[in-house]
T-cell receptor, first 114, second 111 residues
Framework: GEQVEQLPSILRVQEGSSASINCSYE??????FPWYKQEPGENPKLIID?????ERKQIQELIVLLDKKAKRFSLHITDTQPGDSAMYFC?????????????FGLGTTLQVQP | EAGVTQSPRYAVLQEGQAVSFWCDPI?????LYWYQQPRDQGPQLLVY????????NSQLPSDRFSAVRPKGTNSTLKIQSAKQGDTATYLC?????????FGPGTRLTVL
């Protein structure tokens, strides 16, 4: 079916520690997995993505891991800062093709405490 | 590069009223999406277009919602008779393909 499960729904961490968000998907044909950050009153902003031909991608403090066999992917934020506090959404492409339909998870609220 | 633009930014209606949302995608992006995002939830796809063609409108409540993209550029989403359950932010996104970039959204409140 068209579902992406995202956990946890709320994540509280201390400043300087790591935060991890996990997602799982159902469509074995999914080949594109973006992550979005949304601050209150703002639109979702693409922060990092990974395609199915990769297992790991890193942009500065953001690391994405993809396990195609298990149909799971995850976002890891190292050395969290208060500015990382926001809602984070994972997504997976549905039925590949040139037009990319994305199925979004329900989101994780990350709170980084000073 | 200019981002996705949407208007209006806010709308407040009584139940039964109609409203239209307008979206101008990033230049050169052939795929345009409309999402509904209820408060504290993820974006839920309503409809998407590639150029002027509807690719998937299976989640669009067809009795009250309609969407067009007549020239394959700008798009309009219309709610014919709004209900309180339509209260949400309506997001437009565009891609070429895959990487989707969202506009600022229209926050709709139906009283």
């Amino acid at each position: 079916g068209e579902q992406v499960e995202q956990l946890p729904s709320i994540l509280r961490v201390q400043e300087g520690s790591s935060a991890s968000i996990n997602c799982s998907y159902e469509d074995s044909a999914s080949n594109y997995f973006p992550w979005y950050k949304q601050e209150p009153g703002e639109n979702p902003k693409l922060i990092i993505d990974i395609r199915s031909n990769m297992e790991r991608k890193q942009i500065q403090e953001l690391i994405v891991l993809l396990d195609k066999k298990a149909k799971r992917f995850s976002l890891h934020i190292t050395d969290t800062q208060p500015g990382d506090s926001a809602m984070y959404f994972c997504a997976a492409s549905w039925r590949t093709g040139n037009t990319g339909k994305l199925i979004f998870g329900l989101g994780t609220t990350l709170q980084v405490q000073p | 590069e200019a981002g996705v633009t949407q208007s209006p930014r806010y709308a407040v209606l009584q139940e039964g009223q109609a409203v239209s949302f307008w979206c101008d995608p990033i230049s050169g992006h052939d795929t345009l999406y409309w999402y509904q995002q209820p408060r504290d939830q993820g974006p839920q796809l309503l409809v998407y277009f590639r150029d002027e063609a509807v690719i998937d409108n299976s989640q669009l409540p067809s009795d009250r919602f309609s969407a067009v993209r007549p020239k394959g550029t700008n798009s309009t989403l219309k709610i014919q008779s709004a209900k309180q359950g339509d209260t949400a932010t309506y997001l437009c996104a565009s891609s070429r393909p895959y990487e989707q970039y969202f506009g600022p959204g229209t926050r709709l409140t139906v009283l």
